[in-house]
Structure formats: C-alpha cells, structure tokens
C-alpha cells in the first residue's frame, strides 16, 4: 500500500506552482442566459414592433397635398355621412312626441266642489231653522251663547249662504251674479253632479299646456306635421298613440267646449251661464309635453338607421399627387384604412415575438455553429442586443413623430427622420469590437428588425443594410480616432446613393422631399461616425473590450509591464520582441489581426517576470538551475508562466484577446525535455535499485491549454517554439533554420495543436516562409574581422552578439573564449 501510495505524493504539485487553468470568460456555460437573453430582448423589440402592424389612420388632414397617388387595391364600402345624416335627421323627426297627462286633477276638484256644495246647503239649511224659530237676531244670539241652537260657520245668525266662505273652499273666484243664481237654486245635488260630469268630461280629454319655451314650440308645431303622440297617462303610465296634438284643446279652448256643452243640455240660460263660468274657473292644463321621454324616442329611432356607403370598386383612385384633399378626401382615405383587416393586438404581438425569436435564434447558431472567427459570449450578445434596441426605439419614436406631422411639409414624407437615424453607428461598434464578420450578421440583423419597424418595408431595409455595410467596412480596422470619421463620410455617401437609385425606379418621386432625405441621409452617416468615435473609448471600459486603438497603445516600448520584462527578463523580452515582429508579418499574409498578434507576441511571456531566472534566455551567468531539481519541479515552473501571465494581463488590463492568447500559446504542447530526463531518471533508478517504478504520468509533462482558439494565437504558438529552438543552432544558415521551421510548425501540427484554430496548410506554407524570412535575418552570418581579442581558430568572436550565447559553457569551444569575454565585459566598466 505504500509503494501505491508514494507515485501520488511524487507527482503532488507543490503549493503555488499548480496547473494554470485557461482563464473562465464570463458567461463560460452561456445556452441557458443567451436563451434569456433572446427571449427578453425579442419581447422588448416585439413591443416596439407590433404598432407598424396595426392598422393606422392616413396621416393626411383637410388642406394637405398629396405627396403620391392612392389607389384602392381591394374592394370597400365608403361611408356617405351626409346621406347617412340626413336619414338619422328624417328618424329623429319622425319620432313620436311624448305628452303626460295628469290623472288626478278631477279627483282634486270633485273633493273641493263638493265640500263647497255641502257646505253652502247647510247653511241654507241652518238659515231656514232660524227663521222658522222665529228669533230676531238679538234673541238668536243669546240663544246661541246658551248653546241651546246650533251655531254656524260663520258665528253669526243665519241669512243667505256666505260666498267668501264658498270661494274659500273651492279655491277659485265666483262672481256675485253667479252665486246669487247658484243659492237661488240651493247648491242642489243635481247642480253639483252635473257640474263635476262636466268638468270630469273636459279633463279627461285632456287639456295641453302652453306654458313651454319658444323653441320647444317650434319643435312641436314642426313635429305635428311628421310624427306621431304618444300620451303617457301618469301616474298609471298607461300609453297610447294619437295621430295629432291637435285634437287636444288648450284652456280656453276647452272652456268653449264646456260652455256649448253646458248650454245644451242647460235649458235656464242664466243658470246655463252660471255653471259654465264656475266649472271654466276649474279646468286647467293635464297634457305636459315630456321633452326626456321624447329624446329617448328620438335617440332609438335615429340608432336604429343603419349607414349609407357608397362602394368603391378595385384599383379606383382614390386621391391622386398633388391634389390638395377635401375633408370628403380625409374621409375616403380613412375609410380605405379602416376597411383593412383588422388584426387582433395581442395576436400579432405573439407572432411577431415567435418570429423575432427563431430569426435570432437560427442566426445566433448559425454564428456559433458555423463561423469559428465569430466568438461570442453572453456579454457580448448583450452589448449588440442593447445596440440593436436602442436603435428599433429611436426609429419608433422618430416613427411616431412622422405619423404626428402628417405630410403638412413638403420636403419631408413618411421616413424623413428615419434617414436621419445614425443606424449605421451600432455596425460600426460592432466592426470595431468583435470584427467584420459580426458587424455583416449584425447589419442584417439591423436591417430586418427597421424593415419590420416599417412595416415590412424593402426600401427601408436595402438603405439599413447598405449602409450599415459601408460603416462596418469603413471602421476595419481602426487604428486611430479619425477612421470613423471617414468612415461615417463614406456610409453618409452610400445612404445618398442608395436614395437615389431607389428614387429612380419609383413612380414619381418627389424633389424636394428626395434633396431633404439625402441630406438627412448624408447627415447620418456622420453623425454614426461621430457617435462610434464617442462611445468606442466609453465601451472599452465598461465592458473590458480591446480595440486597435487599445492595442497601438499596448504595443508602445512605455508600457509598464514591457518596461518590467526588459528589466526582470531581458532575454524573455528580446524574444518576445522577435517573436510580436515573426507573428505580424505572417499575419498579414493570412489575413489575421496582424495588430493583435503582434502585440499578443509582445506579452505571451510576461509570466516569467515571477522567475525569470528558470528559464534559459535569461540565464546570463551559464547557470542552469534546473539541473538541481527534479524534472516535475521543472516541468511546474514552466508551466506555471502560462497561469501568472494571465494574472499580470488581467491586473494591468491587456483585454481579453491578449488574457486568451497568452492561456493558449503553448496549447496542450509537452515539455519534451523535462518529460525525457524524467524518464532517463527513472530508468537509471530501477536499474540502480531493481526495484519497479510506478510510470511517469505524461499529463504532468503538458501544458494545460486550451489549444489555440484563433489564427492568431495559433501563429504566436508556433513563432515562440521556432524562436526559442533557432537560439540553439550554432550555426544558423539559411538552409538548417528553414529545415527547423518546417519541421517544428509539423510537429506541431501532427500533435494536433492546431485542430481548434482555423490555419490551414496553405496558411503554414506562408507563415514558415516568413518566419524563415524574419529569423536568417536576425540571426545571419556574421561577417569576420581579422585581429579581434577573442578570435577563434575558424576567425568567428564570441560575446559580440547575445543570441549566440548559450545558457551554459559550450564544450566544444576552448576555455579561452569564455575568458576573454569576461575580460572585455570588464574593460567595459562590468565588474
């Protein structure tokens, strides 16, 4: 158990030396956030949408001009208003009026008349009994104080019945005349009944009130002639219908009535008389005029009409340009807008969420799946997806503003401000961000979300796109603050031609409004250029991206961290130097980023700040200090650079291509070296102890990776292995460093180091001729000088150029040499 035991605790890493992990970019395991992602921002951009496809009224008004002919491309029926008025009018005319008639005026009446009657014959009566008593009205009065003789009303003796008290209790006036004839024929029953038959006879026909306003009046006389009555008994609200208001007399009219009637059937004319003014004196209006009851018949009869259209066939013009519009012309045209199929708001809002959701999400695979150049993270979808809706949002609004100017200004129509919009700024961050290929997805992204924004409009789309195209193309690469500029001048050019061209096939376009878009147009190509120049420098700190710009500043000899690497390790150094100026070159010839290799080439090997003295270039002295330690404490501390490269570039904020570049320079490579003398030491061990030894793991003899992503980093991988292995030629042709280049890039490329990056062989055939161009040049042949302290037998000098010299005492050379560079290096004031 311990022998199984003991190859564990060998292969432990010590503390602080552990395998350096590939640095974890935010949104490592993104499927579930960029589905979020998708889902919330096609909901964001369906909200703004779905209004382009609803229908809206024309945005003309009466006195407008029309900017292009309207024809009808379907059948519709056009309401005709007047018609339809002039019907409702004819309904509410026609509709019945409505009169109350009072119920309960006789029954007032009778009561009072014949308490008046009654009372008048009992003191007719009383009147009677005193006389017939004989008392003189002295005597009657004592008697009465007595109690011993009824009193009467009035408290006075008895004579002829009192009128005031008749009047008093009739509530009318009664002349002298009249009541004289009435107490002559002694308020008899038959008087009172025939009096109340009478007057129930002329309220009960009901009497019409005249006492409404004037135009109420006038209604009623215009009525008469049209509509029918409609009598309302109250409180009964029994209903019936006359044909006429006019066989309702008004007070005097019923008066006369009363009085013929009485005269006939009244033989005694001064009697007739008599009644006919004490019941006239009674009758008063039962028939109201109920103007409520009658709107309420007006109203059901004028929503009962039903419109009048007039149809408007297929293809008739509906207005044509340059027509100023009529009100009856508003009127058609928002009849056509109505008659369109009304789409339900909810429902296209789901349609137009689902269909945002599968174009974005096929693009987003196809990006992934399809286009290795494209590496896109959580964050950076968001970046694009803010982008993209900040501009939908603006285009609603400017939209919303077109829709409320109408066409009132000549020069402008419908999409005026639309043209105006720098749309072409969110492709240019995109270009300069994350590269070309992205700002092509992302501007047609753009122009399909604006082409729905406008309901599917194709004009509105092709400028999108073009533009958009111009203004990533322009911007790639951008290596200094005025390239947007120009590029926005050259994205305003394209919008211009795109304008006209489409100008062109239209089929009459307008000139003052085609001069205002281009200049809008013209306009907004550089106000994107502006906009993208303003927010580059804002997003490189928000979200932690390099740019060119970032990057010319990283490549400067001033940096810090360059400045630390020349003084901590300037062996590490001089070669990163050779290996930023091998990588730019190949680059360019590939098509690569040659700023981001070369700068990436700069920084690969920052990490041996912390120790540079382990690693050969800068062993100065011939001390190879890995000859004390075992081949895995060895193997650590290579390994370990990679790690506390990482941790340099993200504490002093190189970005995230140069964090990626500097994990992957050495891929999965094995350190051939260390994992042999491993293998001898264990070897030579078992052959010295004959005992079995557990196996050396190979795992621990490799570097972590990941293996190189991108051509670039692929391209510093291999120029930092054929860098550091031209070092050791001792005699660097021409023809041994391309034999060495060759064979180390197909090392490399047989270990399967360059699976995940995207160089091909053609790319390694033009990457091994530059190399091998760059390195006979740097290490050409010397050319020899005759006399020199130090000269060799074969007349070469040693100490005259540093990358000839070893990590250790070559043996194949005389002591010598060795001695008289440290005598030159002191004579040179090195002690």
Known sequence: MEKEKKPEARRRKPEGLETPKPPRRWGADPHHAKVLLLVAFSFLAALLITPSFLTRTPAYQPGDVAVRNVKADRDFLLPDEEATARKREAARRGAPLVFDLHEKAYETVSVRLSKAFALMRRQIHEAQRALTMGLAPD???????????????????????????????????????????????????????????????????????????????????????????????????????????????????????????????EPDPELARSLASLAGSFLEPTLFYNPLETAAFEDAATEAVKPVYIQIKKNEMLIREGQR?????????????????????????????????????????????????????????????????????????ADWINASMGSSLAYLDKRSLLYALPMAAGAMLSSIFFGITTAVFFSFALAVFVGLLCGTDFHIFTYTLIGSLVGSYGVNPCRNRLVPIKAGLLTGLANVTVLILIALFQESPSTPALFTNSFLAFLSGIIAGVLATGFTPLAELLCGYTTDIRLLELASMDQPLLQELMIQAPGTYHHSLIVGNMVEAAAKSIGANSLLAKVAGYYHDIGKIKKPLYFIENQLDGENRHEKLAPSMSSLILISHVKEGVELAKKHRL??????????????????????????????????????????????????????????????????????????????????????VNRLINNAFIDGQLDECELTLKDLHQIAKHFNQILATVHHKRIEYPGQPGQTGKGKTHGGDSNQRESKPDKDKPAANGTGGRADLKRLGLQ
Not at 368 to 392: C, N
Not at 655 to 669: C, D, L, N, T, V
Not at 670 to 695: C, H, M, V, W
Request: with cysteine; charged share 25%.
């Open 139 to 265: 005597r009657w009065e004592e008697l009465h104080s007595q109690g011993r003789i009824p009193s009467t009303e009035s408290g006075k003796p008895p004579a002829v019945p009192d009128r005031q008290t008749f009047q008093t209790t009739l509530g009318v006036s009664v002349r002298d005349e009249d009541f004289s004839i009435l107490a002559e024929h002694r308020f008899s029953p038959e008087l009172e009944k025939n009096l109340l038959r009478w007057i129930r006879e002329s309220l009960a026909q009901g009497i019409l009130a005249s006492q409404a306003p004037p135009e109420v009046e006038a209604e009623r006389r215009f009525k008469l002639k049209t509509g029918p009555i409609v009598i309302r008994k109250i409180p009964s609200l029994q209903e019936f219908r006359v044909a006429s208001i006019e066989r309702f007399p008004d007070v005097e009219g019923a008066r006369r009535d009363l009085v013929q009637r009485i005269r006939k059937e």
């Open 325 to 397: 519009l009529h009100p009856e012309d508003v009127r058609r045209l928002q009849a056509y807008a109505d008659s369109s199929p009304k789409q339900d708001g909810v429902l296209a809002f789901v349609g137009i969420l689902l269909f945002l959701c599968l174009f974005l999400g096929v693009v987003g695979h196809v990006v992934d799946a399809r286009v290795p150049s494209v590496r896109l993270d959580v964050k950076d979808y968001l970046f694009l997806a803010t982008i993209l809706l900040i501009i939908v949002a603006l285009g609603r609004c």
């Open 655 to 740: 970005g995230r291509p140069i964090m990626e570049i500097i994990s992957q320079h050495h891929g999965k490579s094995l350190i051939s070296y260390f994992y042999q003398k491993a293998l001898d030491a264990r070897e030579k061990a078992q052959n010295t102890k004959g005992a079995e030894l557990p196996p050396i793991d190979i795992e621990d003899y490799r570097y972590p990776g990941p293996k190189p992503q991108t051509k670039e980093a692929g391209l510093v991988m291999l120029a930092d292995v054929v860098e550091a292995a031209c070092r050791s030629l001792t005699e660097p042709t021409a023809a041994r460093i391309q034999g060495l």
